[in-house]
């Protein structure tokens, strides 16, 4: 089972892949491939994705029994200990220094509102 998802991605290439698998949903293709198919199609949508990201989730032989690949996100995949986990950055603080004044629970102990 291959299964590929685009985000603001051109209708060209969503034309594409419909030659190869079905559109269940809009940008979200399912299908039955063979691996050199599926590496084939994962080549042509990290050539004419644009500005949209991609990702590529497919059956192997593994603990989780899948694995997947991601061009262009900001979430990014990570080996750990044999499993497949996705990492989140964290938003980094534009200052290091804690947000001034009082709180609103604060406000509210202080004056009864």
């Given at each position: 089972?291959?299964?590929?998802?685009?985000?603001n991605?051109?209708?060209?290439?969503?034309?594409?892949l419909?030659?190869?698998?079905?559109?269940?949903?809009?940008?979200v293709?399912?299908?039955?491939?063979?691996?050199?198919?599926?590496?084939?199609?994962?080549?042509?949508?990290?050539?004419?994705?644009?500005?949209?990201?991609?990702?590529?989730?497919?059956?192997?032989?593994?603990?989780?029994?899948?694995?997947?690949?991601?061009?262009?996100?900001?979430?990014?995949?990570?080996?750990?200990?044999?499993?497949?986990?996705?990492?989140?950055?964290?938003?980094?603080r534009?200052?290091?220094?804690?947000?001034?004044?009082?709180?609103?629970?604060?406000?509210?102990r202080?004056?009864?509102n």
């Open positions: 089972m291959t299964v590929i998802i685009l985000t991605c051109p209708p060209g290439l969503r034309g594409f419909t030659r190869w698998l079905l559109e269940v949903s809009p940008g293709f399912l299908g039955s491939t063979s691996a050199r198919i599926r590496d084939l199609l994962w080549d042509e949508v990290q050539t004419y994705r644009d500005k949209g990201r991609a990702l590529l989730a497919y059956q192997t032989d593994t603990e989780q029994g899948f694995t997947f690949r991601t061009h262009e996100h900001a979430w990014e995949p990570v080996d750990h200990e044999g499993l497949t986990l996705i990492h989140r950055p964290t938003r980094k534009t200052t290091g220094l804690p947000k001034q004044g009082w709180s609103n629970a604060a406000k509210r202080r004056f009864g």
